[in-house]
Every structure is written in structure tokens, then in C-alpha cells.
């Protein structure tokens, strides 16, 4: 399938030049069929938008981030404890981006109580989880959600390759020490062309001060005074384009820009964060599509799209961007 690309305010001309197709977007989204001053404006674009939007960042690291020979009692001891006091709170901001899929095969990564996804029991979804801690999972499994434990640094997923349209990814990878083996699980279990959403924290200067003052907070809020409750949790945050890279060297084409959020504010404040650069955002949601291994995919492009880039169905849809919550529904039904 070709489509022409026509970037707002460019007025094609020239020879239409062919890329071949090893050098494009891959997912049936493709940048395929581009004039020669559309080529280089592309190419200026996202040239652009990476220098402004992926900043380099080196903020000092930590001393007492969480010992993997540790995490597995942090996370049953002390974590779950903190996840549901800032469940209880109810200003989760990550509900925004589920979207409503309707009869799929839905699986949650650090799925916790299933917070986010039990409701979209209701929509005929058949929706797995995992999780580390068991008294998490015993909870999603009464809001039936059918819940596991286990451990994604270490262990496989618990289900056959293939067997989820949808992997939903949510505040869980900061969490990891082996982050190719979760995104090489994930990948395995997606059928091709399934689609995996996920928010993360990027990294930035004030990063590692603001978790450990959020944190803190927590824990003396709960009164919480176990030894492993001064650990740091959040040990792989990574600026966006390594999020990005690892996407595309596991083989995720990006789908749309990536969307800034932030925790506990009000709603003006999160309409800025969602609009602005992704990169200056203190976490982002990305959308991603599983492609099959023949394929190879653009890491140019994936970082351009999440930049900022028009992706194919945006452009289809009037140069319109497709906002977080409606950005499964759109994908799904472009399937």
C-alpha cells in the first residue's frame, strides 16, 4: 500500500521519488510515496524536533536504589502499601489513555488492583494481568481480571505467543533491571499488529530528587518504617529517546506522538503537559505496533513520530492528532 505524504504547508513538487521500503516506518502507517522537497522537509522536521525534544539530560544518580536481590520483598512488603494509598487518592491521569477496545485479548503489565483496566471488563474484553506482589493480584482477580503472579525481570509471561491484541504497559518498566527481556516477552506475546501502550517517566534534571521527595512523603504519610521503604524503585528511568530506541530495536514501530502527563494536576496544567514537547514532560504514554521480524523498521522515523511527526492516519484523518484516549479505538479499527 502507498499513500502520498503532504506535510501542512509543503506543495508537493519535483519527480516523486520511491524509498525503498527498508528505509521507511513500517506498520501499513508507512511514509511511502514522498516527492523529492517532501523528502527533505521530512528530513528537516524531524531533525528538528529531536534537537528540541530530546534534551540530554545527566542528572546525579542515586545511592540507594532498590537491590534486585531486594525488589522482590519491596514490592510485597512496603510497594503494594504505597500503590494503593495513591490509588485511593483517584487522580490517576493514566485513565485517560486506555481508550474503550471492545472485544479484544487485553494483557496488563503491573496490572496492581487492575485499577486501570477492570472496566473495560464491560466492553466483552477478556483481560489478563500479571503482577509481583500477591496481594495485588488476588484483588485484580476479584474485579475479574484473570491475574498472575509473577515476575517480569526473571520470568517468562505466562501465556502463548501471540495471544494478546493489546499489552498495556503502565508505569511498570522504570520498575525493571532487565528491560530487552520485558520488551522481548511483550513482543512474543502480541499477535503481529497487536498494540502496546505504555506511560513512563523521562528523565530529567530534578528526576531522581522529585522521586525520592514523592516517595518519602508516602511513606511517612502510611507510617511506614521497614528498612527497604528507603530504597529507590524507579531504577531504569531513561531520557525519551532511549524509550524510543528500545521500541525500535525490539522491533515497535511508534504510532503517534508522544503524549506528556503529570500526576495531581489540575486539568489545565495537564492539557499543557499533553500538548507540549514530550521530551520537557516528566512522563509520556507512547503508542507502539508490534511488527513482524522481516520488516525493518526506521528508528529515524520512530523518533520523529514521537517528537512530533504527523504519523500516516493522522495525516488521513485532515492532519488531525489523534488524542491519547482515542488512539487504540483508531489503531484497532485501522487493523
Not at 546525579?60 to 532498590?66: D, K
Request: hydrophobic content about 40%; charged content about 20%.
Amino acid at each position: 500500500m502507498y499513500r502520498d505524504f503532504h506535510p501542512p504547508g509543503s506543495h508537493p513538487e519535483g519527480k516523486s521519488k520511491q524509498l525503498p521500503i527498508t528505509q521507511l516506518y513500517q506498520s501499513g502507517l508507512c511514509f511511502l510515496s514522498l516527492s523529492v522537497s517532501e523528502i527533505d522537509l521530512l528530513e528537516q522536521v524531524l531533525h528538528e524536533d529531536m534537537s528540541v525534544n530530546f534534551p540530554q539530560v545527566n542528572p546525579a544518580v542515586p545511592n540507594n536504589l532498590l537491590e534486585k536481590s531486594e525488589a522482590q520483598d519491596y514490592y510485597r512488603s512496603v510497594y503494594h502499601r504505597m500503590l494503593e494509598h495513591w490509588i485511593s487518592m483517584g487522580n490517576d491521569p493514566r485513565r485517560l489513555f486506555i481508550g474503550t477496545p471492545f472485544n479484544q485479548h487485553i494483557l496488563d503489565l503491573g496490572c496492581g488492583t487492575g485499577q486501570i483496566t477492570k472496566g473495560l471488563i464491560q466492553y466483552l474484553n477478556h483481560v489478563s494481568g500479571v503482577d509481583l506482589a500477591p496481594a495485588l493480584v488476588e484483588k485484580a482477580r476479584i474485579e475479574g481480571i484473570e491475574a498472575a503472579v509473577c515476575n517480569i525481570d526473571d520470568q517468562p509471561l505466562p501465556f502463548n505467543d501471540g495471544q494478546f491484541g493489546v499489552v498495556y504497559a503502565f508505569d511498570i518498566l522504570e520498575h525493571l533491571y532487565d528491560l530487552n527481556h520485558a520488551f522481548e516477552e511483550t513482543y512474543r506475546v502480541l499477535k503481529n499488529g497487536g498494540i502496546l501502550k505504555m506511560t513512563v517517566p523521562v528523565l530529567q534534571p530534578d528526576t531522581m530528587r522529585s522521586n525520592r521527595e514523592f516517595h518519602g512523603n508516602t511513606i511517612r504519610t502510611l507510617g511506614i518504617d521497614e528498612a527497604l521503604a528507603n530504597q529507590e524503585p524507579e531504577i531504569n528511568i531513561l531520557p525519551l529517546i532511549e524509550w524510543i530506541d528500545l521500541l525500535t530495536r525490539h522491533h515497535f514501530a511508534v504510532l503517534t506522538r508522544a503524549w506528556g502527563y503529570e500526576w495531581n494536576v489540575t486539568p489545565l496544567q495537564l492539557r499543557s503537559l499533553l500538548t507540549g514537547p514530550p521530551g520537557n514532560a516528566p512522563n509520556v504514554l507512547l503508542t507502539a505496533q508490534k511488527i513482524p521480524k522481516h520488516i525493518i523498521i526506521s528508528g529515524q522515523v520512530n523518533r520523529g513520530v514521537a517528537a512530533g511527526a504527523w504519523s500516516n492516519v493522522e495525516m488521513d484523518y485532515g492532519f488531525q492528532r489523534i488524542s491519547p484516549s482515542l488512539s487504540l479505538n483508531v489503531f484497532l479499527d485501522n487493523e
